[in-house]
């Protein structure tokens, strides 16, 4: 059931590129990686791609497959007609590298920027007691195997490199709802989320959602309501009401504010 | 920058330096920083992607959460046992002791397990282990482990040079290290690290095997890097062959199909529709396994009555089970057999307890494996040979080099069970970081130096496949060798066949003298490869010379030619590997077994 | 809208992004080669019809009663009304242009804060983005941070008023079940239940579909229970939480479904007023 694939690869760096054509042997239940791979061992061994896993459980293969944002290792060459061609550029948010492989740094910073988990102490016999329900909301969230498609996908960055310094991405906002929803930790994360990671610069569009290969519900679960947390904070009638009168919810009135972390760990070589 | 031009080079001082960012090296990583040393972390690929993340089923630690009557000294016995008695004792003792610690020290950082109704961390059930132990989260447990350490180490503020890869260790003339070198990835060029501790934590070997569940990283590069400073590795004919990998399509043969599948009920099937397991109970295990279809499905609703199903036996005895119904030709149509869980579990169920298979195989095989049974086949998983290494210290034979996690060896035995690497890799990892730290604040002023000329040596031997006039390819290579392993040196072993693999590696060592590559230094995988299958070929030759020199059958090696374990004389030594004087190749020599003191002895009396 | 040419040249507006000096040279906007445009246009085409439609119809100030059927524009008739739809009085009888322009505010300004109508007319009319991985036209961007769309956080003062809004269309769809038998000896009306027009049906439905849009509404869903931390100590409200997130998973055919029923139900009163027909009764 083999045949031969067309495919345009885009091969370049910092300083230009192009889409070079090549063709090659594929196989029946064989996916984009699988080509690629073939293309590097018998015709360009030095074409750069990044992978690990080749099980969509690591989320290094990210590209552009078609215009589309995907996991390379997770995208079936069967999704396609046999005749069709299938362009592979990098992804166009990141600092290109060399061919499919970006530079993700600006991930790693803003990961570094973020506060993480303050719990109070342990119980008394040394364990920590969570109900599964409690939990439930923040392990959708740790199933992201931070591919970055979501934050390659997000026009604020994609289409506005200059936002890039005051914008967390979606990936990022999943990690303060997973925070802010977490039923032991002691922070408060809104003044964060709104301010420094810049969740009003989100316009809720979708598309991280579209992309992302956990199918984590990234706009509904995480970032809309983080959304509305802010509102609690800012901008609720009622909430402010209550809080005049003394009506406090208990969830949020023990909790401190977090600090922003300090980027500038993760090395990257000298160009 | 062509090859040639050395291009500028970078170099740090650090105390402790990690190579390997998975488990083992962030915990490592964490535990000098907390120690007050200067700690830096270097990893071949992005931080977060190390082979840690795969891990699907759970962290084995005796918390007792679901069954109180669980404790160290049990799952010491169960590590012991299924390691068939080769395993380090001490190391064996720790683990069990601190893996629960360690476990509950991930949900401080953040780690979100599955609960139980208490609302503590549950725990599963998984081959080996005689109580449901295995702390996990979904299918997805290395995923959560690795992000929180992972976490952790970016919030503490550790230095990471991600997609830097290590080539060479330094040492000062009195034999400690002093350093290492390695290169960027993304730019080609050399990095230097100044510092007089070194603590190895890069994985395995699996790449070296065509049918595999490990990625490209897995090429020994610790393993060597330990044997060219100097170090020993042990137990190296000891290769685990996971039972259940997929055997279709072609493009993820070899991907893992995680022993929860039948932790949660999944069971074994020729072509004939039998469920052979039964016939494959070694005398070893008979008292507590199930020899009835009945009392095996009754164990998954009453554990504390019945014996526990046979697909539930530790791996090496499951592998060899399948691959001898493979060969007696009952196997499935893509030379596999069936794990059926679709016809024993609703499809609710399966959904919610293995997400990620059903997925895996949903995109991957179209395979729906809550209305078909999956095709599965033996897949190269796990080492448990590597460094040998102090077990308290986690130091080798070179001071101030340590290794931890699957490149460190001694602690899994002949055979390691599900669950007990990812406890490895905390509990060593943490030991490690500690004495790592601990050292070198005694060593004061007083610090190894690198000598240059080393350094030069190290960075020509890198750019040397750019200079070679020949005209092999590294890719072509790397297959032969994987074919070879694959066929001669797997899962059942033979003396002729080994002898063959070992002429095989010596004829492709000689082509890898040849190899080109193309391009320049900047990203460039046909160079990054050459580098690699050096290290590859040298843990390859290493297995092949162990698995030829144990004459027995036991655990992770099985040769046809000497079926019998032979508890008088290989049960009590374990053999160690190490560089042969010219350098080229690796020598043999045996040591016998740490000797378990009698209190923990006492715990095996019965059988 | 947006070009339906995706191999075009590189524009200006690139140059902030995929275009710009770090990233691969890729050169044209987006390399997709399926009709991503499709959605978008679609958004475009029946939002626009609606608003046109909707405009006319609040505007017009006339056929939107017709007993018992109030149009859902209208409802409550706090204007100067025709005679039988002011069912809460008439506080703004001094109001010059239709009474629909007093309330509609509040629906208005409800579904132009619901974030999946954002979503949908932020792609479809603002082209940012237009479709994923389709470089946008805009040279800068800053979301929801500054004036005006910073308003968009008022969405929740809006929801607690389209409670109220979803409380009066039900009165309007329960009194469509009872019809006016003639006035009392004070010149009050006289009402009698049991009425069953094809009206009331369609007043039915819409409310139903009204309600389904209104409490899958994600602010709604924050308040039930999504802003709790600890589920487990809050059992009612995590059942709520729970009902909730199901219609919220919905919350985009609710928000279409809804805005059709209501324009139907307006179209129908609307005919029904101007005599084009009479309604079918079934009881
Ligand atoms: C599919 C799968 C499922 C598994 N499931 C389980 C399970 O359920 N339970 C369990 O206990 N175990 C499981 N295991 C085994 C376990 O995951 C591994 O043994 C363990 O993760 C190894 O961890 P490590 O820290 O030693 O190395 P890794 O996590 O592999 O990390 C190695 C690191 O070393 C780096 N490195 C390697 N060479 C170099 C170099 N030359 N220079 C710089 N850096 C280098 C790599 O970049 C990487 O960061 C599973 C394994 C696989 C493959
Ligand atoms: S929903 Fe928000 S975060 Fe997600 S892609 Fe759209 S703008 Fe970016
Ligand atoms: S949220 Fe989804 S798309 Fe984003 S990084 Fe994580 S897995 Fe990838
Ligand atoms: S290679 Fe790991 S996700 Fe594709
Ligand atoms: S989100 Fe759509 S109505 Fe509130």
């Given at each position: 059931m083999g045949y031969r694939l067309k495919m345009k690869l885009?091969?370049?760096?910092?300083?230009?590129?192009?889409?070079?054509d090549y063709e090659v042997d594929v196989s029946e239940g064989e996916v984009v990686l699988d080509a690629i791979h073939r293309v590097q061992a018998e015709q360009a061994?030095?074409?750069?791609?990044?992978?690990?896993?080749k099980?969509?459980?690591?989320?290094?293969?990210?590209?552009?497959i078609?215009?589309?944002?995907?996991?390379m290792c997770?995208c079936r060459l069967s999704d396609f007609e046999e005749d069709e061609t299938i362009?592979v550029?990098?992804?166009?948010?990141?600092?290109?590298?060399?061919?499919?492989?970006?530079?993700?740094?600006?991930?790693?910073?803003?990961?570094?920027?973020?506060?993480?988990?303050?719990?109070?102490?342990?119980?008394?016999?040394?364990?920590?007691?969570?109900?599964?329900?409690?939990?439930?909301?923040?392990?959708?969230?740790?199933?992201?195997?931070?591919?970055?498609?979501?934050?390659?996908?997000?026009?604020?960055?994609?289409?506005?490199?200059?936002?890039?310094?005051?914008?967390?991405?979606?990936?990022?906002?999943?990690?303060?709802?997973?925070?802010?929803?977490?039923?032991?930790?002691?922070?408060?994360?809104?003044?964060?989320?709104?301010?420094?990671?810049?969740?009003?610069?989100?316009?809720?569009?979708?598309?991280?959602?579209?992309?992302?290969?956990?199918?984590?519900?990234?706009?509904?679960?995480?970032?809309?309501?983080?959304?509305?947390?802010?509102?609690?904070?800012?901008?609720?009638?009622?909430?402010?009401?209550?809080?005049?009168?003394?009506?406090?919810?208990?969830?949020?009135?023990?909790?401190?504010?977090?600090?922003?972390?300090?980027?500038?760990?993760?090395?990257?070589?000298?160009? | 920058?062509?090859?040639?031009?050395?291009?500028?080079?970078?170099?740090?001082?650090?105390?402790?330096?990690?190579?390997?960012?998975?488990?083992?090296?962030?915990?490592?990583?964490?535990?000098?920083?907390?120690?007050?040393?200067?700690?830096?972390?270097?990893?071949?690929?992005?931080?977060?992607?190390?082979?840690?993340?795969?891990?699907?089923?759970?962290?084995?630690?005796?918390?007792?959460?679901?069954?109180?009557?669980?404790?160290?000294?049990?799952?010491?016995?169960?590590?012991?046992?299924?390691?068939?008695?080769?395993?380090?004792?001490?190391?064996?003792?720790?683990?069990?002791?601190?893996?629960?610690?360690?476990?509950?020290?991930?949900?401080?950082?953040?780690?979100?397990?599955?609960?139980?109704?208490?609302?503590?961390?549950?725990?599963?059930?998984?081959?080996?282990?005689?109580?449901?132990?295995?702390?996990?989260?979904?299918?997805?447990?290395?995923?959560?482990?690795?992000?929180?350490?992972?976490?952790?180490?970016?919030?503490?503020?550790?230095?990471?040079?991600?997609?830097?890869?290590?080539?060479?260790?330094?040492?000062?003339?009195?034999?400690?290290?002093?350093?290492?070198?390695?290169?960027?990835?993304?730019?080609?060029?050399?990095?230097?690290?100044?510092?007089?501790?070194?603590?190895?934590?890069?994985?395995?070997?699996?790449?070296?095997?065509k049918v595999?569940?490990?990625?490209?990283?897995?090429?020994?590069?610790?393993?060597?890097?330990?044997?060219?400073?100097?170090?020993?590795?042990?137990?190296?004919?000891?290769?685990?062959?996971?039972?259940?990998?997929m055997v279709w399509p072609p493009s993820v043969k070899g991907l893992?199909?995680?022993?929860?599948?039948?932790?949660?009920?999944?069971?074994?099937?020729?072509?004939?529709?039998?469920?052979?397991?039964?016939?494959?109970?070694?005398?070893?295990?008979?008292?507590?396994?199930?020899?009835?279809?009945?009392?095996?499905?009754?164990?998954?609703?009453?554990?504390?009555?019945?014996?526990?199903?046979?697909?539930?036996?530790?791996?090496?005895?499951?592998?060899?089970?399948?691959?001898?119904?493979?060969?007696?030709?009952?196997?499935?149509p893509h030379g596999?057999?069936?794990?059926?869980?679709?016809?024993?579990?609703?499809?609710?169920?399966?959904?919610?307890?293995?997400?990620?298979?059903?997925?895996?195989?949903?995109e991957l095989a179209d395979v729906?494996?809550?209305?078909?049974?999956?095709e599965?086949?033996?897949?190269?998983?796990?080492?448990?040979?590597?460094?040998?290494?102090?077990?308290?210290?986690?130091?080798?034979?070179?001071?101030?080099?340590?290794?931890?996690?699957?490149?460190?060896?001694?602690?899994?035995?002949?055979?390691?069970?599900?669950?007990?690497?990812?406890?490895?890799?905390?509990?060593?990892?943490?030991?490690?970081?500690?004495?790592?730290?601990?050292?070198?604040?005694?060593?004061?002023?007083?610090?190894?130096?690198?000598?240059?000329?080393?350094?030069?040596?190290?960075?020509?031997?890198?750019?040397?496949?750019?200079?070679?006039?020949?005209?092999?390819?590294?890719y072509a290579?790397?297959h032969?060798?994987q074919q070879?392993?694959?066929?001669?040196?797997?899962?059942?072993?033979?003396?002729?066949?080994?002898?063959?693999?070992?002429?095989?590696?010596?004829?492709?060592?000689?082509?890898?003298?040849?190899?080109?590559?193309?391009?320049?230094?900047?990203?460039?995988?046909?160079?990054?490869?050459?580098?690699?299958?050096?290290?590859?070929?040298?843990?390859?030759?290493?297995?092949?010379?162990?698995?030829?020199?144990?004459?027995?059958?036991?655990?992770?090696?099985?040769?046809?030619?000497?079926?019998?374990?032979?508890?008088?004389?290989?049960?009590?030594?374990?053999?160690?590997?190490?560089?042969?004087?010219?350098?080229?190749?690796?020598?043999?020599?045996?040591?016998?077994?740490?000797?378990?003191?009698?209190?923990?002895?006492?715990?095996?009396?019965?059988? | 809208?947006?070009?339906?040419?995706?191999?075009?040249?590189?524009?200006?507006?690139?140059?902030?992004?995929?275009?710009?000096?770090?990233?691969?040279?890729?050169?044209?906007?987006?390399?997709?080669?399926?009709?991503?445009?499709?959605?978008?246009?679609?958004?475009?085409?029946?939002?626009?019809?609606?608003?046109?439609?909707?405009?006319?119809?609040?505007?017009?100030?006339?056929?939107?009663?017709?007993?018992?059927?109030?149009?859902?524009?209208?409802?409550?008739?706090?204007?100067?009304?025709?005679?039988?739809?002011?069912?809460?009085?008439?506080?703004?009888?001094?109001?010059?242009?239709?009474?629909?322009?007093?309330?509609?505010?509040?629906?208005?300004?409800?579904?132009?804060?619901?974030?999946?109508?954002?979503?949908?007319?932020?792609?479809?009319?603002?082209?940012?983005?237009?479709?994923?991985?389709?470089?946008?036209?805009?040279?800068?961007?800053?979301?929801?941070?500054?004036?005006?769309?910073?308003?968009?956080?008022?969405?929740?003062?809006?929801?607690?008023?389209?409670?109220?809004?979803?409380?009066?269309?039900?009165?309007?769809?329960?009194?469509?079940?009872?019809?006016?038998?003639?006035?009392?000896?004070?010149?009050?009306?006289?009402?009698?239940?049991?009425?069953?027009?094809?009206?009331?049906?369609?007043?039915?439905?819409?409310?139903?579909?009204?309600?389904?849009?209104?409490?899958?509404?994600?602010?709604?869903?924050?308040?039930?229970?999504?802003?709790?931390?600890?589920?487990?100590?809050?059992?009612?409200?995590?059942?709520?939480?729970?009902?909730?997130?199901?219609?919220?998973?919905?919350?985009?055919?609710?928000?279409?479904?809804?805005?059709?029923?209501?324009?139907?139900?307006?179209?129908?009163?609307?005919?029904?007023?101007?005599?084009?027909?009479?309604?079918?009764?079934?009881?």
């Open positions: 885009w091969r370049g760096d910092k300083s230009g590129g192009e889409l070079k061994g030095d074409l750069a791609v990044r992978w690990n896993c099980a969509g459980k690591c989320g290094s293969c990210s590209a552009e078609n215009g589309k944002p995907r996991l997770m362009t550029t990098p992804m166009r948010t990141f600092p290109v590298v060399r061919d499919l492989v970006t530079d993700v740094t600006f991930n790693y910073e803003k990961a570094a920027e973020l506060p993480s988990f303050s719990p109070p102490p342990r119980d008394a016999d040394g364990k920590r007691r969570m109900a599964q329900v409690d939990v439930e909301r923040g392990q959708e969230f740790r199933k992201c195997i931070e591919c970055f498609l979501c934050q390659n996908v997000c026009h604020v960055v994609r289409d506005h490199e200059d936002n890039k310094p005051a914008f967390a991405g979606p990936r990022f906002f999943i990690r303060y709802a997973e925070l802010d929803m977490h039923p032991l930790d002691t922070n408060d994360r809104r003044e964060l989320a709104q301010g420094a990671a810049g969740i009003g610069m989100c316009n809720i569009t979708k598309c991280c959602t579209e992309v992302c290969p956990e199918g984590i519900k990234i706009t509904d679960n995480a970032i809309i309501p983080m959304k509305e947390r802010v509102v609690d904070k800012k901008y609720d009638p009622l909430v402010w009401l209550g809080s005049k009168i003394g009506i406090r919810n208990k969830d949020t009135e023990s909790r401190v504010p977090a600090k922003q972390g300090k980027a500038g760990h993760i090395k990257r070589p000298a160009h | 920058m062509s090859a040639s031009e050395q291009g500028g080079m970078e170099r740090h001082q650090y105390d402790v330096i990690v190579v390997g960012a998975g488990g083992a090296g962030l915990r490592a990583a964490i535990a000098a920083h907390d120690a007050g040393a200067k700690t830096a972390v270097v990893c071949k690929s992005l931080l977060g992607k190390a082979h840690t993340v795969m891990a699907e089923g759970g962290i084995a630690a005796a918390m007792g959460n679901r069954w109180p009557e669980d404790n160290w000294e049990v799952h010491f016995r169960d590590t012991m046992r299924g390691g068939k008695m080769l395993n380090n004792w001490r190391m064996a003792q720790l683990h069990a002791q601190e893996a629960p610690e360690r476990v509950q020290e991930l949900e401080d950082w953040g780690a979100l397990f599955d609960r139980t109704e208490d609302g503590l961390i549950s725990q599963r059930d998984f081959g080996g282990h005689k109580y449901a132990r295995l702390a996990h989260v979904g299918d997805r447990t290395g995923l959560e482990m690795i992000r929180t350490l992972q976490q952790r180490t970016v919030e503490l503020g550790i230095d990471v040079f991600m997609e830097c890869t290590v080539t060479d260790l330094f040492k000062d003339e009195s034999g400690a290290i002093s350093g290492a070198f390695g290169y960027w990835r993304e730019t080609g060029r050399f990095i230097q690290f100044d510092a007089p501790a070194v603590i190895l934590a890069t994985g395995g070997i699996g790449k070296s095997f595999t569940s490990n990625s490209w990283e897995y090429t020994g590069d610790g393993h060597a890097l330990a044997m060219r400073a100097g170090a020993a590795l042990i137990n190296m004919e000891f290769v685990q062959f996971h039972p259940t990998g893992l199909v995680t022993e929860s599948v039948r932790g949660d009920g999944g069971i074994l099937k020729n072509s004939e529709g039998k469920r052979f397991m039964f016939d494959y109970i070694p005398e070893f295990f008979k008292s507590e396994t199930a020899d009835t279809e009945e009392e095996a499905d009754a164990w998954y609703e009453d554990k504390k009555n019945n014996r526990r199903p046979p697909e539930l036996l530790p791996r090496d005895e499951v592998a060899r089970a399948i691959n001898s119904e493979i060969k007696a030709g009952r196997g499935s596999g057999i069936f794990l059926d869980i679709a016809s024993r579990r609703t499809p609710e169920f399966i959904k919610k307890r293995l997400p990620s298979m059903y997925h895996q195989f949903k729906d494996i809550t209305a078909e049974p999956m599965i086949g033996p897949t190269c998983h796990y080492v448990m040979g590597g460094v040998e290494v102090d077990a308290d210290t986690q130091e080798s034979a070179v001071p101030g080099l340590y290794a931890v996690g699957e490149c460190s060896g001694g602690m899994h035995g002949s055979n390691r069970l599900g669950g007990n690497s990812l406890g490895d890799l905390l509990v060593f990892g943490k030991l490690a970081g500690e004495h790592a730290a601990k050292k070198v604040s005694g060593l004061g002023a007083n610090r190894p130096a690198v000598a240059p000329d080393d350094v030069a040596a190290a960075a020509t031997s890198a750019v040397a496949p750019f200079e070679v006039e020949g005209g092999e390819n590294p290579i790397q032969d060798l070879a392993m694959n066929d001669l040196v797997g899962i059942i072993r033979e003396g002729a066949e080994l002898e063959q693999a070992l002429a095989d590696i010596e004829a492709l060592k000689e082509r890898a003298k040849q190899m080109v590559v193309e391009g320049h230094r900047q990203y460039n995988p046909g160079w990054h490869l050459a580098l690699d299958l050096r290290n590859m070929l040298i843990v390859s030759e290493s297995i092949a010379k162990a698995a030829l020199a144990r004459e027995e059958s036991r655990g992770g090696h099985t040769r046809n030619d000497f079926p019998k374990t032979d508890h008088e004389v290989w049960g009590k030594k374990n053999l160690v590997v190490t560089l042969n004087d010219s350098g080229d190749g690796v020598q043999l020599s045996e040591k016998p077994l740490p000797v378990m003191p009698d209190e923990l002895k006492k715990y095996f009396e019965e059988s | 809208m947006a070009s339906t040419d995706a191999r075009e040249s590189t524009s200006g507006s690139m140059e902030a992004g995929v275009g710009g000096p770090t990233r691969a040279d890729v050169g044209v906007r987006t390399l997709r080669g399926d009709r991503w445009w499709l959605a978008p246009l679609t958004t475009f085409v029946v939002f626009f019809g609606f608003i046109v439609y909707a405009t006319f119809r609040a505007f017009a100030g006339k056929d939107y009663y017709s007993a018992p059927y109030l149009s859902p524009f209208y409802s409550p008739c706090l204007g100067d009304c025709v005679e039988g739809s002011s069912d809460f009085g008439q506080p703004f009888s001094w109001f010059p242009l239709s009474a629909a322009l007093i309330i509609l505010i509040f629906p208005l300004g409800f579904r132009m804060t619901c974030y999946y109508y954002r979503k949908a007319y932020y792609r479809a009319f603002w082209l940012s983005p237009p479709a994923c991985a389709v470089a946008e036209p805009h040279g800068s961007y800053s979301g929801e941070t500054r004036f005006p769309l910073i308003f968009q956080n008022m969405h929740r003062w809006f929801w607690y008023a389209a409670v109220a809004i979803g409380l009066i269309l039900t009165f309007d769809t329960v009194i469509s079940f009872r019809e006016q038998t003639g006035v009392d000896a004070s010149g009050h009306p006289t009402f009698e239940w049991g009425h069953m027009g094809l009206g009331s049906l369609l007043m039915v439905i819409n409310v139903v579909l009204i309600w389904a849009y209104t409490l899958g509404c994600h602010s709604c869903r924050h308040i039930m229970g999504g802003r709790l931390r600890h589920f487990s100590k809050h059992p009612v409200r995590y059942k709520l939480w729970t009902w909730i997130s199901k219609l919220n998973g919905n919350h985009a055919r609710y928000a279409w479904l809804s805005l059709f029923s209501i324009a139907l139900v307006d179209l129908y009163i609307w005919g029904l007023a101007a005599g084009w027909y009479d309604d079918p009764r079934f009881f």
